[in-house]
T-cell receptor
Framework: TQLLEQSPQFLSIQEGENLTVYCNSS?????LQWYRQEPGEGPVLLVT?????EVKKLKRLTFQFGDARKDSSLHITAAQPGDTGLYLC????????????FGTGTRLQVFP | DSGVTQTPKHLITATGQRVTLRCSPR?????VYWYQQSLDQGLQFLIH???????AKGNILERFSAQQFPDLHSELNLSSLELGDSALYFC????????????FGSGTQLSVL
């Protein structure tokens, strides 16, 4: 069982639709990061959420950290084909170590 | 371009063999992380080095070893290769000891036949 579970595993939508990706854990994290990985490339950091309840916006992407710091969500408004990729959440576990572990991933495909 | 260079990009080898994957971090970055990515296991943390010292270890097999050299480049050695070792191996670097922001290379695709 993975410590960071993401849902859905796969998402296939049309351009212009909205979507939400979830990252859940039974453990508390000091912060969570979101990465996007495109085919043939390594993950690229999108955002880090640090405070429980925090909401961060990056253009059409909205990230939220749960109040209890056990979960996070990524909402994309009006998805575009350029949003296609693998979305990964990540957090340091165990707390106080240097181990950045990644979630199970959500593979998003946006069709024109 | 993340500034992290991994070589080779592709590697095809046979079971039982040994290979070395190389990573050059971004200029000035002291931390190097190695990850393994496979379809069934996702992105798995292997090991972290900071300024030449091992800082954290994940579920890295005993057949695997790594080191970070004085010039800060790192190598991941995989020996007695098995079919199940086929995966994408990523290196990432960061400026500091913590995991605030990792920059990933493009990976080495290892195929064990």
């Amino acid at each position: 069982t993975q410590l960071l579970e993401q849902s859905p595993q796969f998402l296939s939508i049309q351009e212009g639709e909205n979507l939400t990706v979830y990252c859940n854990s039974s453990s508390v994290f000091s912060s969570l990061q979101w990465y996007r990985q495109e085919p043939g490339e390594g993950p690229v950091l999108l955002v880090t959420v640090v405070t429980g309840g925090e909401v961060k916006k990056l253009k059409r992407l909205t990230f939220q950290f749960g109040d209890a710091r056990k979960d996070s969500s990524l909402h994309i408004t009006a998805a575009q084909p350029g949003d296609t990729g693998l979305y990964l959440c990540a957090g340091v576990w165990p707390l106080g170590t240097d181990k950045l572990i990644f979630g199970t991933g959500t593979r998003l495909q946006v069709f024109p | 371009d993340s500034g992290v260079t991994q070589t080779p990009k592709h590697l095809i080898t046979a079971t039982g063999q040994r290979v070395t994957l190389r990573c050059s971090p971004r200029s000035g970055d002291l931390s190097v992380y190695w990850y393994q990515q496979s379809l069934d296991q996702g992105l798995q943390f292997l090991i972290h080095y900071y300024n030449g010292e091992e800082r954290a270890k994940g579920n890295i097999l005993e057949r695997f070893s790594a080191q970070q050299f004085p010039d800060l480049h790192s190598e991941l050695n995989l020996s007695s290769l098995e079919l199940g070792d086929s995966a994408l191996y990523f290196c990432a670097s960061s400026a500091s000891r913590d995991t605030e922001k990792l920059f990933f290379g493009s990976g080495t695709q290892l195929s064990v036949l």
